[in-house]
């Protein structure tokens, strides 16, 4: 059965202070590892695709890298308007097209 | 804007009611995913078309059933509800080729069963 664990489950951070989330999975093989921002009562908002081992993708504050056995999400300098939870969810390779999310990690960020 | 749509933003029912919950693609996107989050469940999906055919179920009650009509859009109706189907629903979509695996979401519809 896949399994997507991310910890931790909440982190706070002062402005400016960087920091890293945690996103570590267990398939049968990786068809893809996606990375998801969720405001407060609305839907999930997507940041990344990482696909192989060793792949990095950045946006503005953010970068996601990915190992053969977790993804990090990389925030630097993070501004309180990067409060949020961010989702992981992995995308197993044969079977069905359903990616499975994990709990997330719920981030604020105080001025 | 995800290109998602989702309605109605809100909903308060009873309990032994019946809902339904709309869904719009993203233009040329042929598969819609419905999900499920509640604070102690995470996003739990729930179903999947795919150009009108049903292609995977995941937790999904007898009470509630889905369709996907020729225009693509989706209706999951929720029926005999009770306390514990009080959530935000969340529909997305994919399209196809290099990026037909990342879903888009809708905004999500929030059921209070009362």
């Known amino acids: 059965e896949d399994q997507v664990t991310q910890s931790p489950e909440a982190l706070r951070l002062q402005e400016g202070e960087s920091s890293s989330l945690n996103c570590s999975y267990t398939?049968?093989?990786?068809?893809?590892l996606f990375w998801y921002r969720q405001d407060p009562g609305k839907g999930p908002e997507f940041l990344f695709t990482?696909?192989?081992a060793g792949e990095e993708k950045e946006k503005e504050r953010l970068k996601a890298t990915l190992t053969k056995k977790e993804s990090f999400l990389h925030i630097t300098a993070p501004k309180p308007e990067d409060s949020a939870t961010y989702l992981c969810?992995?995308?197993?390779?044969?079977?069905?097209?359903?990616?499975?999310f994990g709990r997330g990690t719920s981030l604020i960020v105080h001025p | 804007d995800s290109g998602v749509t989702q309605t109605p933003k809100h909903l308060i029912t009873a309990t032994g009611q019946r809902v339904t919950l709309r869904c719009s693609p993203r233009?040329?996107?042929?598969?819609v995913y419905w999900y499920q989050q509640s604070l102690d469940q995470g996003l739990q999906f729930l179903i999947q078309?795919?150009?009108?055919?049903?292609?995977a179920k995941g937790n999904i009650l007898e009470r509630f059933s889905a369709q996907q009509f020729p225009d693509l859009h989706s209706e999951l109706n929720l029926s005999s509800l009770e306390l514990g189907d009080s959530a935000l629903y969340f529909c997305?979509?994919?399209?196809?080729?290099?990026?037909?695996?990342?879903?888009?979401f809708g905004a999500g519809t929030r059921l209070s069963v009362l």
């Open positions: 997305a979509s994919s399209g196809q080729g290099v990026v037909k695996n990342i879903q888009y």
């Open positions: 398939v049968s093989g990786l068809r893809g």
């Open positions: 990482l696909y192989s």
């Open positions: 969810a992995v995308l197993a390779s044969g079977g069905s097209y359903i990616p499975t």
């Open positions: 233009s040329g996107d042929l598969s």
């Open positions: 078309y795919y150009n009108g055919e049903e292609r």
